[in-house]
């Protein structure tokens, strides 16, 4: 589990809490699964795009905070 940016436009950045990611031990780059991207997807198109950046929890069901 871990935080992710996500640059949604020139103004607005998601950051997406607890998304659960396989993340090699040797040199930290990690994969997100398919399934777990078209979550990320469906969440962040729910995201304001007037706001500057916005905390989205993704394993409570993608509340804001």
Avoid: H, N
Avoid at 16 to 43: H, S
């Amino acid at each position: 589990m871990t935080d992710i940016p996500f640059k949604l436009s020139a103004r607005t950045i998601a950051i997406l809490k607890d998304l659960p990611v396989l993340q090699c031990d040797q040199c930290a780059e990690y994969v997100i699964e398919d399934p777990i991207m078209e979550r990320v997807d469906a969440l962040v198109e729910k995201v304001d795009q007037a706001a500057v950046m916005e905390i989205v929890q993704f394993a409570a069901g993608g509340e804001r905070l």
